[in-house]
């Protein structure tokens, strides 16, 4: 006898009888139960949003970009001008639209509500964002872009009353979405949004799954709408001589990465307290003063850093400008980040270690340098952000997985020098009562 599809008992049907049961059940749902129908349909859709609004962020940079980047003006003294007034703007956007917060408080607010950031924050983060990136600031767009993903995420988390735990897995798949944008590197961007809410690893592991499927949708949206292409955020120059040895290295990357990292972290705090003495109002003017100023002796203190990691890896530089490239990337990020210009500083940690990488290979020739860059840039962020797998993932589609080896070295190698060294400071490990069963 063929068993009633009607019966009221599922227990005692077979599978393929079972009534209202979806493709998506079967394949999904049976084998991740805490991703149901109603939520992996609002991961999808916030995947989609974080590639609309990577597009839209990226396109609004490059047309503030074609009039006030560094290179539209001639001399050093307009661009000082120039990054005053943009300062002074960003003041008065955060004094009359509020606090546009930060990934730190991003972070802080995953872990103890599972939401983003206050959505009216994004009404002075992305208008200051845009006009400081776009006037030279030593930050990125990561942040920004991960801020606003991340909280529309955790926003549409809050518009179907879902559980914390659902919020927070909405709000790590919109910032997901938003380092696929950025880097071109889903699986590396997924790992990264993980592993950067805590110091020893990700630990919100049910929203791996999640993560990957949002880094995809925006990724793919991203580049449907740009025509950018699967390449990633930076193209390093192919190794051409890779060796046993260059695990040696990639050991030597990690203490120099840590170093970078250690110094960079003590500085900032050093300018955080140096900044409060000024008026909150008019501190992103002051940094614009010391950024312009920092301009006139390096050139490599504007921007943050993703086209000059690409010159980088292309020419043969003197040691002295590559020492004062470093040097005043390092204190232009610092400054930038004290005096309340609003960007990110992963892009910048990058080219701060692929300039060290340089330097090494002038001092070790034989060493490949392309070996040597990779190495210090994985090694320098993830001595700041603590993001071992997701920063070798992405410095991987960069550099090449023939890479993996020493990059991965570089990586646990910082992971450990740095155990210390803390400036996310929301950074912890997943409450008790979260862990997922």
């Known amino acids: 006898m063929v068993p009633s599809v009607a019966s009221s008992s599922s227990a005692t049907q077979p599978r393929y009888v079972i009534a209202n049961t979806s493709l998506y059940d079967v394949l999904v749902h049976e084998n991740f139960p805490h991703i149901d129908r109603h939520l992996g349909a609002l991961i999808a859709l916030v995947g989609v949003a974080g590639g609309l609004v990577g597009a839209a962020y990226i ?74 990136i776009a006037a030279g600031s030593a930050l990125g767009p990561e942040a920004p872009l991960v801020q606003t993903a991340g909280t529309i995420g955790a926003l549409a988390g809050r518009s179907r009353a879902l559980t914390t735990e659902q919020m927070r897995v909405l709000a790590i798949c919109g910032m997901a979405s938003a380092f696929a944008v950025l880097f071109g590197a889903p699986l590396g961007s997924a790992v990264f949004a993980l592993e950067i809410l805590h110091r020893r690893g990700l630990e919100y592991y049910e929203a791996l799954l999640p993560a990957l499927g949002g880094a995809l949708i925006g990724f793919a949206v991203f580049i449907g709408l740009e025509g950018v292409g699967y390449g990633p955020l930076i193209d390093l120059p192919a190794a051409v001589d890779v060796s046993t040895s260059d695990l040696l290295w990639g050991g030597v990357a990690a203490v120099v990465g840590s170093a970078l990292a250690t110094v960079f972290t003590l500085l900032v705090g050093a300018l955080r307290r140096l900044a409060v003495l000024v008026p909150g109002l008019l501190r992103p003017a002051a940094g614009g003063v010391v950024l312009g100023l920092l301009t006139i002796w390096s050139s490599a203190a504007l921007t943050f850093g993703e086209a000059q990691i690409s010159v980088l890896g292309m020419g043969t530089w003197p040691a002295s400008t590559l020492a004062a490239a470093l040097v005043a990337k390092l204190l232009a990020s610092a ?102 069963a």
């Open 335 to 436: 400054v930038c980040l004290a005096t309340g210009w609003r960007g990110g500083f992963i892009i910048p940690l990058f080219f701060v270690g692929a300039t060290a990488g340089q330097l090494i290979h002038i001092a070790v020739p034989s060493v490949d340098a392309t070996v040597l860059m990779a190495a210090c840039m994985v090694a320098t962020n993830v001595g700041v952000t603590k993001t071992p797998v997701g920063s070798t993932l992405v410095i991987a589609k960069m550099a090449g997985l023939q890479l993996l080896p020493s990059t991965t070295l570089a990586a646990v190698g910082a992971m450990i020098l740095t155990n210390q060294v803390n400036l996310i400071a929301s950074q912890r490990q997943r409450a008790p009562s979260t862990a997922a």
């Open 59 to 132: 396109s609004a940079l490059h047309a503030l970009e074609s009039f006030l980047a560094p290179e539209q003006f001639g001399s050093w003294h307009t661009q000082l001008l120039v990054l005053v007034a943009v300062g002074g703007v960003i003041g008065l956007l955060i004094k009359a639209l509020g606090d546009p917060g930060d990934v730190e408080l991003l972070v802080d607010n995953i872990h103890v509500s599972g939401s983003g950031n206050d959505v009216r924050s994004l009404r002075s983060l992305l208008p200051a964002s845009l006009l400081g």
